[in-house]
């Protein structure tokens, strides 16, 4: 499949419908069983005899010809107030600039089809772990290393992943990663921001709360369609998950993983240049804190890889 010239984001009215229709042709959703439950995620997957694929005839396989490239695996990893769909304007660009890659987006423990974890307020290793038994199943460890990218909340995920298990990344690449209020000068504003976030979606529901809140996560910009887009998705949230979500963000903190030298030298840091929930003053802080590159995505706000898919995806393959 080539996808190139392929966006998410129609510019007509129906551009939800669209976007949704893209969805389920190109990033269906897919669930696997772990122990502890099951994993749901999305997958545009390498088509066979594409780069990265093991596929040589026998006439072939006699020459000395040159190989092609062995194109990535990236995995994606949402945030808070989201789920695996919501990569997929992301998504099309990383496999139009990069075919054959392989391309996987998990739903995280309580959201989409996935099992929520079994402790009532866990910390990013527990997610880490899991994400690990998920790739484990889908074989994404059979194919050596591959791009980890985590979003907001999903960057705490990400780099506590990282922590335990740096021999299998390839790359890291942490966008307007979310600090977390679980360190001894933030854990006072964190246990606020827990009551008003549990005590928003106890009114509003999770409609109305992502009726409300949504349009926080892009900027003035965003297009019509974007708007849905993210409106859509976290309508979608569960509230098991998203209250798990929530003990996570408020009772850990990014910097409590540290990453090696090794991870660090392949590692980013980016964020939307209008993001004001994970505002680049913070983002740069992370960056500092492990010793990494910093850069903004121009034009976009927290969402920036929905409202800047293909800014995004260069600093995903950069």
């Given at each position: 499949?080539?996808?190139?010239?392929?966006?998410?984001m129609?510019p007509?009215a129906?551009g939800?419908?669209?976007?949704l229709?893209?969805?389920?042709?190109?990033?269906?959703?897919?669930?696997v069983a772990?122990?502890?439950?099951?994993?749901?995620?999305?997958?545009?997957?390498?088509?066979?005899?594409a780069?990265?694929?093991?596929?040589?005839?026998?006439?072939?396989?006699?020459?000395?010809?040159?190989q092609?490239?062995?194109q990535?695996?990236?995995?994606l990893?949402?945030?808070?107030?989201?789920?695996?769909?919501?990569?997929l304007?992301?998504?099309?660009?990383?496999?139009?600039?990069a075919?054959?890659?392989?391309?996987?987006?998990?739903?995280?423990?309580?959201?989409?089809?996935?099992?929520?974890?079994?402790?009532?307020?866990?910390?990013?290793?527990?997610?880490?772990?899991?994400?690990?038994?998920?790739?484990?199943?889908?074989?994404?460890?059979?194919?050596g290393?591959?791009?980890?990218?985590g979003?907001?909340?999903?960057?705490?995920?990400?780099?506590?992943?990282?922590?335990?298990?740096?021999?299998?990344?390839?790359?890291?690449?942490?966008?307007?990663?979310?600090?977390?209020?679980?360190?001894?000068?933030r854990?006072e504003?964190?246990?606020?921001v827990?009551?008003?976030?549990?005590?928003t979606?106890?009114?509003?529901?999770?409609?109305?709360?992502?009726?409300?809140?949504?349009?926080?996560?892009?900027?003035?910009?965003?297009?019509?369609?974007?708007?849905d887009w993210?409106?859509?998705?976290?309508?979608?949230?569960?509230?098991?998950?998203?209250?798990q979500?929530?003990?996570?963000?408020?009772?850990?903190?990014?910097?409590n993983?540290?990453?090696?030298?090794?991870?660090?030298?392949?590692?980013?840091?980016?964020?939307?240049?209008?993001?004001n929930?994970?505002?680049?003053?913070d983002?740069?802080?992370?960056?500092e804190?492990?010793?990494?590159?910093?850069?903004?995505?121009?034009?976009?706000?927290?969402?920036?890889?929905?409202?800047?898919?293909?800014?995004?995806?260069?600093?995903?393959l950069?």
């Amino acid at each position: 499949m080539n996808y190139a010239g392929i966006s998410a984001m129609a510019p007509e009215a129906d551009g939800l419908q669209y976007a949704l229709s893209l969805l389920e042709r190109h990033f269906a959703e897919r669930s696997v069983a772990v122990d502890g439950g099951v994993v749901s995620y999305r997958e545009i997957a390498a088509a066979p005899g594409a780069p990265g694929v093991a596929s040589v005839s026998a006439a072939t396989a006699a020459q000395p010809a040159a190989q092609p490239a062995v194109q990535p695996t990236f995995v994606l990893l949402h945030g808070i107030g989201s789920g695996a769909a919501s990569w997929l304007p992301c998504a099309l660009e990383l496999a139009a600039a990069a075919p054959g890659s392989r391309i996987i987006a998990w739903n995280a423990p309580g959201y989409g089809g996935s099992t929520a974890l079994a402790a009532a307020r866990p910390g990013a290793q527990a997610y880490a772990a899991r994400l690990r038994q998920l790739l484990q199943a889908v074989g994404v460890l059979d194919s050596g290393r591959f791009v980890l990218v985590g979003h907001s909340l999903g960057a705490m995920m990400a780099s506590a992943y990282a922590a335990a298990y740096p021999a299998t990344l390839d790359k890291l690449v942490l966008l307007s990663p979310a600090r977390g209020y679980g360190q001894a000068a933030r854990l006072e504003q964190g246990a606020q921001v827990a009551r008003e976030r549990l005590s928003t979606v106890g009114e509003l529901g999770v409609h109305g709360m992502a009726t409300q809140r949504s349009s926080r996560l892009l900027s003035d910009g965003a297009s019509t369609a974007q708007r849905d887009w993210v409106r859509w998705n976290m309508a979608q949230l569960k509230l098991p998950g998203y209250t798990q979500a929530v003990h996570l963000l408020c009772g850990d903190a990014i910097e409590n993983y540290a990453l090696s030298g090794a991870v660090c030298a392949v590692a980013s840091v980016h964020c939307g240049s209008a993001d004001n929930v994970t505002t680049p003053a913070d983002c740069r802080l992370v960056a500092e804190h492990h010793g990494l590159p910093f850069s903004l995505i121009g034009q976009a706000g927290h969402a920036c890889y929905v409202e800047q898919p293909l800014a995004a995806a260069a600093a995903i393959l950069n």
